[in-house]
């Protein structure tokens, strides 16, 4: 049994003159995940010059994190936003199953398991 709580930090640069389109994908990117159940936060984040983005997402657990990347929000939306701009750094933090981990692994994502400290989520 996997602990609750899996987060992913998602750095992105957004290639010049494609802000706009990357909005809009972003935009329906979260309106997708807001209806997955599990997806506890979907928060796109961008510098001053928009050009640097950081996503943050959290899952209620290993579970619900599976589902997501199984899900179109991963299958059919992230191919685009990868269109109009570049993955520079992808980390998940927390404990996986061995199929969310194996599929997280080859997207590019560096796994960091639960070591020490607590979270409130609830089973």
């Known amino acids: 049994m996997t602990k609750p709580g899996v987060y992913f930090i ?6 010049e003159g ?3 389109e990357f909005r809009s994908i972003a935009e ?3 309106a997708g995940t807001k209806e997955e159940a599990g997806a ?4 796109f984040y961008l510098d001053p010059a ?3 983005c950081r996503l943050i997402e959290i899952y209620a657990d290993s579970n619900a994190a599976l589902l997501h990347c199984k899900g179109r929000v991963v299958q059919e939306l ?9 993955l520079t750094g992808f ?7 061995a199929e969310t981990a194996e599929i997280l692994t080859r997207a590019g994502a560096q796994l960091y398991k639960t070591w ?7 089973n």
């Open 10 to 15: 998602v750095d992105v640069t957004i290639t």
């Open 18 to 20: 494609k802000v706009d």
């Open 28 to 30: 329906s990117m979260t």
């Open 40 to 43: 506890l936060a979907y928060e």
């Open 50 to 52: 928009q050009r640097q």
């Open 78 to 86: 992230v191919p685009k936003l990868l269109g109009v701009s570049t």
């Open 91 to 97: 980390s998940v933090y927390g404990d996986l199953n």
């Open 116 to 122: 020490s400290g607590f979270n409130r989520f609830q």
